[in-house]
Nanobody
Framework: QVHLVESGGGLVQAGGSLRLSCAAS????????MGWFRQAPGKARAFVAA????????YYTDSVRGRFTISRDNPWRTVYLQMNSLRPEDTAVYFC??????????????????WGQGTQVTVSS
């Protein structure tokens, strides 16, 4: 089992920055990637970014590339999402997720077996 806890959400003005953290515990070495997803009211949960455990390869959705940066610590216990130049459309609940090796893509929510409780990010215009 892997337990994930997000922190760092809040209210920020457009153009501002926030840094989200995801603290992982349990059998984290059984996972091969961690990702961030977000869900706005009335919308489906959507991929934001992911990072792999072995090579630290990163993946981003197009709308955040160049503004958001995903990173991790070496023990694979914490994953971060640095969010700059925030826009009102970035407002959502942000979820951290961990994925075991299963042959599924990094951008697919169903590929991730472990999820945090989410943290609210609100960007005011």
């Amino acid at each position: 089992q892997v337990h994930l806890v997000e922190s760092g959400g809040g209210l920020v003005q457009a153009g501002g920055s926030l840094r989200l953290s995801c603290a992982a515990s349990g059998r984290t070495n059984s996972t091969n990637a961690m990702g961030w997803f977000r869900q706005a009211p009335g919308k489906a949960r959507a991929f934001v970014a992911a990072i792999t455990r072995i090579m630290s390869t990163t993946y981003y959705t197009d709308s955040v590339r160049g503004r958001f940066t995903i990173s991790r610590d070496n023990p694979w216990r914490t994953v971060y999402l640095q969010m700059n130049s925030l826009r009102p459309e970035d407002t959502a609940v942000y979820f951290c997720a961990a994925k075991a090796p299963n042959g599924m893509g990094f951008r697919v929510p169903g590929a991730y077996g472990y999820w945090g409780q989410g943290t609210q990010v609100t960007v005011s215009s």
